[in-house]
């Protein structure tokens, strides 16, 4: 007889028992899977992905992966960023000194890659009194966490459990049928789990140690890789890339071992009585009795088939991950205008991640901030490297005209390339510039 499940006949589970069971949970185990698969496509271990038919068949991989995902990871931190600060020159001091110390470009190159492949990336600041700063940013991706969802909100998270495989010898006598010693090996999951209240770490089903969450938030600003509505985790664009690329990877398997066949086409022999025996040797005539036959086996692969296919299967890979394939193999267009749109899928996905990326950094800002006892800063504007999206923009075809008509100045110029530079310093390399051309300018007509 089925019965009526009502929520008020349920014993309630404390936040941190909830965030241990998550890590159980099949979905959750599936999702790291998952995640862990778009890790090693990117790095190149697609081998063992490959269905074999049988043990006669190599696997034949082309990552494809790496290129798409590198290319949306090279938007946002291709260069060391201009950051303008609103707030006490207390706080933007030491937070620019705890970005120096966790060279932070460069780690949210690798936020933004690792938030690409498995949908989120967690940066937990700790302290470290061996910085100067005291502060620093450790990184999890989304294949080392679980989280138990607000329900209230479930875009944040009630509690965090930070989660790796525990390897422990549990006996080194061990021997095989052959005679070889084999260690027993046991694997435990070690979880820390985080919540307003307390920080639990779980060996296994077993609490090792609890203590007093201090803080009294969870410490963990989430970079995601594109956001998922009602979700903690974000999506991770690299599943799309990875399951065409393992769509075309099993191709190319069966053409390779089609090839293979055919190169040693099959003879099929009929009409033997008496189990006479046949040898054939490359470049000979063979004897067959009477009444019997041999007949060459016409495969028929259809190899420039399967081939077209796997061209039209990448050429959707890079339209539906945003990335013209222009972006990626190079190559011309009419007009500068006709090469902006061929590249503008990818100007979107830009704009949409710098979007997103203002508000991380400005979290995490702040996160720093309240750790450390200093006032939060009100604004942040980050001057993203533009110009490295496009192969041209507006500003470079119409430059020489608006120098010409003082609507810019080449000293504006300089700085707009070099961010980093001051107007006294883009003034003498404009100086500098100009000198040295004009030198060239009076060989050139000596000569």
Not at 98 to 108: F, M, R, T
Not at 150 to 171: E, F, G, Q, Y
Not at 174 to 184: E, F, I, Y
Not at 431 to 439: P, T
Request: glycine share 6%; net charge negative; aromatic share 8%.
């Amino acid at each position: 007889m089925p019965t009526n499940f009502s929520a008020w006949d349920s014993l309630p589970i404390s936040t941190t028992q909830r965030a241990f069971s998550e890590t159980y949970n099949l979905e959750e185990k599936e999702r790291k899977e998952a995640a862990e698969l778009n890790k090693n496509y990117y790095y190149g271990k697609q081998e063992g992905d490959v269905v074999l038919m049988n043990d006669d068949v190599n696997p034949i991989t082309m990552n494809i992966t790496k290129p798409i995902v590198s290319k949306r990871c090279s938007l946002l931190y291709s260069r060391p960023l201009v950051r303008e600060w609103d707030g006490s020159p207390r706080s933007i001091a030491y937070l620019e000194q705890v970005y120096k110390d966790n060279k932070i470009d460069s780690l949210l190159g690798k936020v933004d890659l690792y938030a690409e492949l498995t949908g989120s990336v967690l940066l937990h600041p700790t302290i470290d009194e061996n910085l100067p700063g005291q502060i620093r940013l450790v990184l999890y991706d989304a294949s080392e966490f679980s989280s138990a969802g607000n329900d209230d909100d479930p875009n944040t998270a009630d509690a965090i459990a930070l989660t790796r495989i525990l390897s422990r010898l549990v006996d080194s006598s061990g021997v095989t049928s052959d005679g070889r010693r084999q260690p027993q090996i046991e694997k435990t999951i070690l979880q820390q789990i985080w919540t307003n209240d307390a920080v639990t770490m779980y060996e296994g089903n077993q609490v090792v140690v609890s203590e007093p969450n201090e803080l009294g938030f969870l410490p963990f600003v989430n970079f995601q890789g594109e956001e998922e509505h009602n979700a903690y985790v974000g999506y991770p664009m690299a599943t799309i890339v990875r399951k065409l690329n393992s769509h075309i990877n099993q191709l190319l398997t069966h053409i390779g071992y089609t090839i293979k066949m055919q190169s040693g086409t099959p003879i099929v022999f009929s009409g033997f009585k008496s189990g006479e025996t046949v040898v054939v040797h490359p470049g000979r005539a063979i004897n067959i009795p009477e009444g019997a036959t041999a007949n060459v086996l016409n495969l028929d692969p259809k190899i420039q088939e399967s081939l077209d296919f796997i061209k039209y299967l990448e050429d959707r890979l890079y339209t539906t991950s945003s990335v013209p394939k222009i972006t990626v193999e190079g190559g011309e267009g009419r007009s500068g205008r006709e090469l902006m749109v061929r590249w503008f899928p990818l100007w979107k996905v830009f704009q949409e991640k710098a979007n997103r990326y203002n508000i991380y950094e400005m979290q995490l800002a702040n996160m720093i901030l309240t750790i450390a006892g200093l006032e939060p800063i009100n604004d942040l504007k980050i001057h993203w490297p533009e110009e490295s999206i496009l192969p041209l923009s507006s500003a470079d075809d119409n430059l020489e005209r608006d120098i010409k008509l003082n609507i810019v100045s080449p000293i504006d110029e300089i700085m707009r390339r070099d961010p980093h530079m001051s107007e006294i310093d883009a003034e003498a390399e404009y100086m500098l510039n100009a000198s040295q051309n004009a030198m060239l300018n009076q060989t050139n007509q000596v000569l």
